[in-house]
Nanobody, 125 residues
Framework: QVHLVESGGGLVQAGGSLRLSCAASGRSFSHYAMGWFRQAPGKEREFVAAISWSGGFTTYGDSVKGRFTISRDNAKNTVYLQMNNLKPEDTAVYYC??????????????????WGQGTQVTVSS
């Protein structure tokens, strides 16, 4: 099992930026893919972005493509989500997740094994 802790959430005005971090415990972090999901009040959890074990392959949800960037630092066991040009509709709890069964990025929630506790992102208009 992998223990994940997100940080970096907060309140930001529309058009602003935030960078989320997700620190993973345990060995073999560099062997598996990582992802970010989000859940707004009253809505289902939504795929945001995912990255391969090496960082060489990424995939994004349509609503964030071109504005968000996922990256990872395997030496620090950390994955990041840089969020630019934030919109009020980006308001949600953001979760990072580990896909220990795959080295390539996947988009479906059920494919992920371990989840962090989430960090709140609020974008004001």
């Amino acid at each position: 099992q992998v223990h994940l802790v997100e940080s970096g959430g907060g309140l930001v005005q529309a058009g602003g930026s935030l960078r989320l971090s997700c620190a993973a415990s345990g060995r073999s972090f560099s062997h598996y893919a990582m992802g970010w999901f989000r859940q707004a009040p009253g809505k289902e959890r939504e795929f945001v972005a995912a990255i391969s074990w090496s960082g060489g392959f990424t995939t994004y949800g349509d609503s964030v493509k071109g504005r968000f960037t996922i990256s990872r630092d395997n030496a620090k066991n950390t994955v990041y989500l840089q969020m630019n040009n934030l919109k009020p509709e980006d308001t949600a709890v953001y979760y990072c997740a580990a896909d220990r069964r795959s080295s390539i990025p996947r988009r479906l929630e059920y494919e992920y094994n371990d989840w962090g506790q989430g960090t709140q992102v609020t974008v004001s208009s």
